[in-house]
């Protein structure tokens, strides 16, 4: 039985070079993808999906990762944040209103630079007598028109295409600083290798605000689970909760709770 559409559902079928065309275009535009949301793009199932990505990699267009794939190179090259916030939105919105119950008035927090930690920023603006650090640009411009929030941003070099401040400045003006928790994203998350990003002085930079706070919350939608990129920010031991979408992979999230990791699944 064929796993390509039929005239019965309304849509035209789409043949496999066409198919592997349409995969190629959406992992230019978003980096890495997971197999379901390749299948929904292409409207095909994740079986054939997943033939595909195997032909492509064998063809050396693409990268297989854990339940999703990549262009070539695609663990050292970093998304913009325009790409990003146009992958998930629905999903990185649940993340962040599951994430506001670990935050309490009162708090001295870290946030890191992201959609998904923007996205939270945007639903703390209530909050009262709370200490925000940062080094996101973005972050600190959310919340910057609340009155009963300490908004208190790092030194550092502008990193445009995650419009975050970053480098050795950055990481000194954290050192000496306690938080309660730090939320913060990343590119991919393993419960091997743990939070992992591309870019060398943005992982350097993560790494600071982790070590600042008592707790880590790895805000990350499915996407990113499962997906190892090139430079590791924090270590799976060192991560406290991750809060994640109602898609990611189930092995995955097994393995990084017998690590001590505190799963949030956020529902749609």
């Known amino acids: 039985?064929?796993?390509?559409?039929?005239?019965?559902?309304?849509?035209?079928?789409?043949?496999?070079?066409?198919?592997?065309?349409?995969?190629?275009?959406?992992?230019?535009a978003n980096g890495t993808l997971s197999l379901r949301e390749l299948a929904e793009a292409v409207q095909s199932s994740e079986v054939t999906v997943r033939r595909d990505v195997r032909a492509l990699e064998?063809?050396?267009?693409?990268d297989r990762h854990h339940g999703g794939a990549s262009l070539p190179g695609e663990?050292?090259?970093?998304?913009?944040?325009?790409?990003?916030?146009?992958?998930?939105?629905?999903?990185?919105?649940?993340?962040a209103d599951l994430a506001t119950a670990l935050v309490d008035d009162g708090d001295a927090i870290a946030i890191g630079p992201g959609t998904t930690t923007y996205a939270l920023a945007q639903r703390l603006t209530g909050h009262?007598?709370?200490?925000?650090?940062?080094?996101?640009?973005?972050?600190?411009?959310a919340l910057a028109a609340s009155p009963r929030i300490e908004v208190v941003v790092?030194?550092?070099?502008?990193?445009?295409?995650?419009?975050?401040?970053?480098?050795?400045?950055?990481?000194?003006?954290?050192?000496?600083?306690?938080?309660?928790?730090?939320?913060i994203s990343g590119n991919g998350l393993t419960a091997e290798r743990g939070l992992s990003t591309p870019n060398m002085q943005v992982a350097g930079t993560d790494r600071a605000l982790a070590e600042a706070a008592e707790e880590v919350v790895v805000l990350a939608d499915h996407t990113k689970i499962g997906v190892n990129t090139m430079v590791q920010t924090v270590p799976p031991e060192r991560i406290?909760?991750?809060?994640?979408?109602e898609d990611a992979p189930p092995d995955e999230l097994h393995e990084l709770s017998a690590r001590g990791v505190r799963i949030h699944i956020a529902r749609l």
């Open 240 to 245: 406290d909760h991750l809060v994640t979408g």
């Open 154 to 183: 790092t030194g550092g070099t502008l990193r445009g295409p995650v419009q975050a401040l970053i480098g050795s400045a950055a990481e000194r003006s954290l050192a000496g600083l306690r938080m309660r928790r730090v939320f």
């Open 58 to 62: 064998a063809d050396g267009l693409l």
């Open 128 to 141: 009262t007598d709370l200490t925000v650090v940062t080094n996101s640009l973005l972050v600190a411009q």
């Open 75 to 95: 663990l050292s090259q970093e998304p913009t944040y325009l790409q990003k916030v146009q992958v998930g939105s629905e999903e990185k919105a649940a993340i």
């Open 1 to 28: 039985m064929s796993d390509v559409p039929g005239p019965s559902d309304g849509r035209k079928p789409v043949f496999a070079a066409e198919r592997r065309k349409r995969i190629l275009e959406l992992l230019r």
